[in-house]
Nanobody, 124 residues
């Protein structure tokens, strides 16, 4: 059974930083493209960032480019999202996701497995 479990969320002031983690089990982690999505209250779940099998290829949504950094540790089946210069509009539930496609993916429908999500709240 595949499981993705996020951790590291919480409440932070604008301008602050948080680091999200995602641990994966039940899948061959280094064969999955991984991604982070987020969903703000009353809005659709949207793409944040994605990372390829080896971690050498990454891609970011325009809204987080230059502030967020995605990374992975295949030896530990872990993925991370370092979030800096946080803004109130970054407030959302953040989801970890795994895709069996061989290339970077930004569409929700291209992801096979999802975590339960974790709340990130940025106060002004």
């Amino acid at each position: 059974q595949v499981q993705l479990v996020e951790s590291g969320g919480g409440l932070v002031q604008a301008g602050g930083s948080l680091r999200l983690s995602c641990v994966a089990s039940g899948l061959t982690f280094n064969r999955y493209v991984m991604g982070w999505f987020r969903q703000a209250p009353g809005k659709e779940r949207v793409y944040v960032a994605t990372i390829g099998w080896t971690g050498s290829s990454v891609y970011y949504a325009d809204a987080v480019q230059g502030r967020f950094t995605i990374s992975r540790d295949n030896a530990e089946n872990m993925m991370y999202l370092e979030m800096n210069s946080l803004k109130p509009e970054d407030t959302a539930v953040y989801y970890c996701a795994a895709s069996s496609y061989g290339a970077l993916r930004s569409r929700r429908e291209d992801y096979d497995y999802w975590g339960q999500g974790i709340q990130v709240t940025v106060s002004s």
